[in-house]
């Protein structure tokens, strides 16, 4: 499979306990993004990185979220102090090139339930 | 700040049909302008895109959508739909802040649902 990959699949977490997905994107892809995706709403931009550098992430949701890609490939988002209101999808979408223009192909997404 | 609306929650068309779904945008500068689908399990699927160019785009599975600067919408078509094409389409805009390849900005989806 050569697609966009996400570990776990499912998540659930007690609340207060922090939790981290991983995404793997497709190889050689430079850019690579995370998204979250409540019910009823569309995908909602957190951060993403170009190569290792996380060039935007001024709208991860709070200081609890935090997201690394520390050799360029893959990379880990992280929810610390998990809240009810952090249960979502979490999506990882990744793309090739410099330009807004070329496609960014997603992952399945990792659903966390946070109870 | 950048905004889209998808005005129809959910749609309802039957097999064989035609099919228009809804996507206004607001941008402040010339958009990116993205449809994408989601069935259940599956990742989100780029159906087309607008850069430039000609207003009407044609995508994948049949679908087409034309780029109306002057309505700010970008409207997703298709002549005739399958049973296959019930899912979850998203209109988006982007880059984000305007420059670079920063993420999009999404609208809610609308739902669509394929009659017999």
């Known amino acids: 499979d050569t697609g966009v990959s996400q570990d776990p699949r499912h998540k659930i977490t007690k609340r207060g306990q922090n939790v981290t997905f991983r995404c793997d994107p497709i190889?050689?892809?430079?850019?690579l993004y995370w998204y979250r995706q409540t019910l009823g709403q569309g995908p909602e931009f957190l951060t993403y990185?170009?190569?290792?550098?996380?060039?935007?992430k001024s709208r991860l949701l709070s200081d609890r979220f935090s997201a690394e890609r520390p050799k360029g490939s893959f990379s880990t988002l992280e929810i610390q102090r998990t809240e009810q209101g952090d249960s979502a999808m979490y999506l990882c979408?990744?793309?090739?090139?410099?330009?807004?223009?070329?496609?960014?192909?997603f992952g399945q997404g990792t659903r966390l339930t946070v109870v | 700040a950048q905004s889209v609306t998808q005005p129809d929650i959910h749609i309802t068309v039957s097999e064989g049909a035609s099919l228009e779904l809804r996507c206004n945008y607001s941008?402040?500068?010339?958009?990116?302008l993205f449809w994408y689908v989601q069935s259940p399990g599956q990742g989100l699927q780029l159906l087309l895109k607008?850069?430039?160019?000609?207003?009407l785009v044609q995508g994948i599975k049949g679908f087409e959508a034309e780029f109306k600067r002057s309505q700010s919408s970008f409207n997703l078509r298709k002549p005739s739909v399958h049973w296959s094409d019930a899912a979850e389409y998203f209109c988006?805009?982007?880059?984000?802040?305007?420059?670079?390849?920063?993420?999009?900005?999404f609208g809610k989806g609308t739902h669509l649902i394929i009659q017999p």
């Open positions: 979408a990744s793309s090739f090139g410099q330009a807004v223009n070329t496609e960014a192909f």
């Open positions: 190889s050689e892809h430079n850019r």
């Open positions: 990185f170009q190569n290792e550098a996380q060039l935007e």
């Open positions: 941008y402040g500068a010339t958009p990116y």
């Open positions: 607008y850069f430039s160019g000609d207003t």
């Open positions: 988006a805009v982007g880059p984000y802040s305007g420059g670079g390849a920063d993420g999009l900005t």
